[in-house]
T-cell receptor, first 112, second 117 residues
Framework: GQNIDQPTEMTATEGAIVQINCTYQTSGFNGLFWYQQHAGEAPTFLSYNVLDGLEEKGRFSSFLSRSKGYSYLLLKELQMKDSASYLCAVRGYSGGYQKVTFGTGTKLQVIP | GAGVSQSPSNKVTEKGKDVELRCDPISGHTALYWYRQSLGQGLEFLIYFQGNSAPDKSGLPSDRFSAERTGGSVSTLTIQRTQQEDSAVYLC???????????????FGSGTRLTVV
C-alpha cells in the first residue's frame, strides 16, 4: 500500500520562506507530485519529481530523495495569495496498476 | 474540452435517494479518476479508469457506489440510497496515461458538492 505523511498546518510571514515536508512509503515508486488547493477550489498541479534532486519553478521548488522517501516543497517570497492547502501525492504500483495517492494536505496560512 | 467539466456543481438530495454525478474529461486524456474530499480532509481515491475499463475500483466505499465510462470520454459516478456520510465534494481528474506523459499531472474539475439531508 501507500502511506503519506505531511504536517497538518503551518503559518508563515509574508515575504518569508517556508518548507513543507512530505514523507512517504510506497511500492514501485514512480513519481511525486505537489498540488495547491485554495479553499473551495479544485487542486492545481504545481510540480513533479521522479529523480532525486531539486526542481525549481519560479518561487516554488520541490525536492525529492527516493532513498529516504522524502520530499519538500519550498515557497519563497511568500505572498498572501499563497495561503492554501498543499497536497503531496505519490504515484506507485498497487494491484498491478499505477496509482496516485494523495496526502491529507498541509494548510498554510500566510500572515502579514 | 478545454478543461475537466463536472456537473452538477452542487447537489442536495434526500437520504435514500440515488444521485448521478457526471465528469467530462479533457479531450485526449485516456485516464480518469474519481476522488472524494470531505470537509477539511484530503483526497480519498474512489476509482480509476483507463479508457472504458476500471482496473482499480478499490476505493469505492460500498456497493452503493458504482461508476462507468463510455466512449473513453464521459464518466458517471452513481451513488444509490444516499446516506448522510456520503456528503462531500466529489472531484474528477483526467490525465494522459503515465506511459504517454510520465509527468502528466492531473487536471481536476471543479467538483460536485453533494449534500445529503
Amino acid at each position: 500500500g501507500q502511506n503519506i505523511d505531511q504536517p497538518t498546518e503551518m503559518t508563515a510571514t509574508e515575504g518569508a520562506i517556508v518548507q513543507i515536508n512530505c514523507t512517504y512509503q510506497t511500492s514501485g515508486f514512480n513519481g511525486l507530485f505537489w498540488y495547491q488547493q485554495h479553499a473551495g477550489e479544485a487542486p492545481t498541479f504545481l510540480s513533479y519529481n521522479v529523480l532525486d534532486g531539486l526542481e525549481e519553478k519560479g518561487r516554488f521548488s520541490s525536492f525529492l530523495s527516493r532513498s529516504k522517501g522524502y520530499s519538500y516543497l519550498l515557497l519563497k517570497e511568500l505572498q498572501m495569495k499563497d495561503s492554501a492547502s498543499y497536497l503531496c501525492a505519490v504515484r506507485g504500483y498497487s494491484g498491478g496498476y499505477q496509482k496516485v495517492t494523495f496526502g491529507t494536505g498541509t494548510k498554510l496560512q500566510v500572515i502579514p | 474540452g478545454a478543461g475537466v467539466s463536472q456537473s452538477p456543481s452542487n447537489k442536495v438530495t434526500e437520504k435514500g435517494k440515488d444521485v448521478e454525478l457526471r465528469c467530462d474529461p479533457i479531450s485526449g486524456h485516456t485516464a480518469l479518476y474519481w476522488y472524494r474530499q470531505s470537509l477539511g480532509q484530503g483526497l480519498e481515491f474512489l476509482i480509476y479508469f483507463q479508457g472504458n475499463s476500471a482496473p482499480d475500483k478499490s476505493g469505492l466505499p460500498s456497493d452503493r457506489f458504482s461508476a462507468e465510462r463510455t466512449g473513453g470520454s464521459v464518466s458517471t459516478l452513481t451513488i444509490q440510497r444516499t446516506q448522510q456520510e456520503d456528503s462531500a465534494v466529489y472531484l474528477c481528474a483526467s490525465s494522459f496515461s503515465p506511459q504517454q506523459v510520465p509527468s502528466g499531472g492531473y487536471t481536476f474539475g471543479s467538483g460536485t458538492r453533494l449534500t445529503v439531508v
